[in-house]
């Protein structure tokens, strides 16, 4: 009846921008990501039949209309939602080791987390990539956070719910010689959420080019891992955050994550790449320029994005674990 789970962040290489079914949240393109060790959300489910409503606390605070009608929507989705109006309610309680207000909020973390630890709680039996079809459902990215390491999630079949799911491409251990440095960028007024961004992309005349060229990078990215290449990973990493922000920018009404931080944070990993270290850029539905690097220079890289105006602190995240399952 109860269980505790945690899960970790993930930064896209390959990312993921738009859908080829809403209603399903199946992707338009596969992506591929970095599962972190920093960014960890904690959450324990507890179905009790005595609630009459679901409650969702995060941080020990509780949460907002919206943040709760989500959490009970997946809640249904895990124990079956042909029982949605049988099923019994839960409260949910979440805490992230990362401050929520500081734009970093990850509904990655969040919802897979939330899954398995749904899943243990109902008593369901599952594996990694039901637990990821579950999750995708929720929120795309949500789907890559069950597994460790590098992570693929493919795009599917439309009106198949279980068509697309993740797998691990290497493990945290298979490839530890990776870095992610994430600069924190100053608060900044509310972001267009990715789901919106995504929808609003649609009118983008760059996006038919930017779906049909990612299962291209993919390729790319899958040979680099295969090979432990670290430049060819940065190219296709960089290319792809640029081209997902491209196919945004000239969207109608253009949908604009990139902030002076942000585009300031790209110039300094790339002079910094003309000086031999290597960087590569990247940064997804918010301010927060990232850099993927090796362990030998992510301090430097983390000095350099410190610098930049705007830039508040630097977290440097290593390849991190899936989904775990703590107590349920
Ligand atoms: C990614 N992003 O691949 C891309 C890059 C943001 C930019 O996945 O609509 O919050 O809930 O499925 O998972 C963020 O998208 O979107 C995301 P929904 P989600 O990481």
């Given at each position: 009846m109860q269980a505790l789970a945690e899960a970790r962040a993930n930064i896209a290489l390959v990312k993921y921008w738009g859908k080829l079914d809403a209603a399903l949240n199946l992707p338009a393109v596969p992506s591929l990501s970095l599962t972190v060790d920093a960014l960890t959300t904690r959450t324990s489910v507890r179905f009790d039949p005595s609630r009459t409503l679901d409650a969702l606390f995060i941080d020990q605070k509780p949460a907002d209309p919206r943040a709760l009608g989500r959490v009970s929507r997946h809640l249904d989705r895990v124990v079956g939602s042909a029982a949605a109006n049988a099923r019994m309610f839960a409260e949910v309680r979440s805490t992230n080791d990362f401050p929520t207000a500081g734009g970093l909020a990850s509904s990655a973390s969040a919802f897979a987390a939330l899954t398995l630890a749904a899943v243990a709680a109902a008593g369901r039996e599952s594996d990694p990539t039901k637990l990821s079809v579950l999750a995708r459902q929720a929120s795309g990215s949500a789907a890559r956070s069950i597994l460790g390491g590098l992570v693929l999630l493919g795009v599917g079949t439309p009106?198949?719910?279980?068509?697309s799911f993740a797998t691990q491409v290497a493990s945290e251990g298979e490839w530890p010689d990776l870095r992610l440095v994430i600069g924190i960028a100053s608060e900044a007024p509310k972001e267009i959420a990715s789901t919106d961004g995504m929808n609003q992309s649609e009118s983008s005349p760059y996006y038919a080019p930017w779906t049909s060229s990612a299962p291209a990078d993919i390729a790319r990215a899958m040979d680099a891992i295969a090979r432990r290449d670290l430049p060819a990973l940065g190219a296709v990493a960089e290319r792809s955050a640029l081209r997902m922000h491209a196919c945004a920018l000239a969207a109608d009404p253009g949908v604009v994550y990139l902030r002076g931080p942000t585009v300031e944070g790209l110039h300094a990993i790339r002079k910094l790449r003309a000086r031999g270290v290597p960087a590569w850029f990247t940064c997804d539905a918010g301010p927060h320029p990232k850099a993927l690097t090796s362990p030998e220079d992510a301090a430097q890289v983390a000095r350099a994005l410190a610098e930049v105006p705007g830039i508040q602190r630097t977290i440097i995240a290593a390849p991190g674990k899936g989904a775990l399952l703590l107590d349920g």
């Amino acid at each position: 009846m109860q269980a505790l789970a945690e899960a970790r962040a993930n930064i896209a290489l390959v990312k993921y921008w738009g859908k080829l079914d809403a209603a399903l949240n199946l992707p338009a393109v596969p992506s591929l990501s970095l599962t972190v060790d920093a960014l960890t959300t904690r959450t324990s489910v507890r179905f009790d039949p005595s609630r009459t409503l679901d409650a969702l606390f995060i941080d020990q605070k509780p949460a907002d209309p919206r943040a709760l009608g989500r959490v009970s929507r997946h809640l249904d989705r895990v124990v079956g939602s042909a029982a949605a109006n049988a099923r019994m309610f839960a409260e949910v309680r979440s805490t992230n080791d990362f401050p929520t207000a500081g734009g970093l909020a990850s509904s990655a973390s969040a919802f897979a987390a939330l899954t398995l630890a749904a899943v243990a709680a109902a008593g369901r039996e599952s594996d990694p990539t039901k637990l990821s079809v579950l999750a995708r459902q929720a929120s795309g990215s949500a789907a890559r956070s069950i597994l460790g390491g590098l992570v693929l999630l493919g795009v599917g079949t439309p009106g198949q719910v279980d068509s697309s799911f993740a797998t691990q491409v290497a493990s945290e251990g298979e490839w530890p010689d990776l870095r992610l440095v994430i600069g924190i960028a100053s608060e900044a007024p509310k972001e267009i959420a990715s789901t919106d961004g995504m929808n609003q992309s649609e009118s983008s005349p760059y996006y038919a080019p930017w779906t049909s060229s990612a299962p291209a990078d993919i390729a790319r990215a899958m040979d680099a891992i295969a090979r432990r290449d670290l430049p060819a990973l940065g190219a296709v990493a960089e290319r792809s955050a640029l081209r997902m922000h491209a196919c945004a920018l000239a969207a109608d009404p253009g949908v604009v994550y990139l902030r002076g931080p942000t585009v300031e944070g790209l110039h300094a990993i790339r002079k910094l790449r003309a000086r031999g270290v290597p960087a590569w850029f990247t940064c997804d539905a918010g301010p927060h320029p990232k850099a993927l690097t090796s362990p030998e220079d992510a301090a430097q890289v983390a000095r350099a994005l410190a610098e930049v105006p705007g830039i508040q602190r630097t977290i440097i995240a290593a390849p991190g674990k899936g989904a775990l399952l703590l107590d349920g």
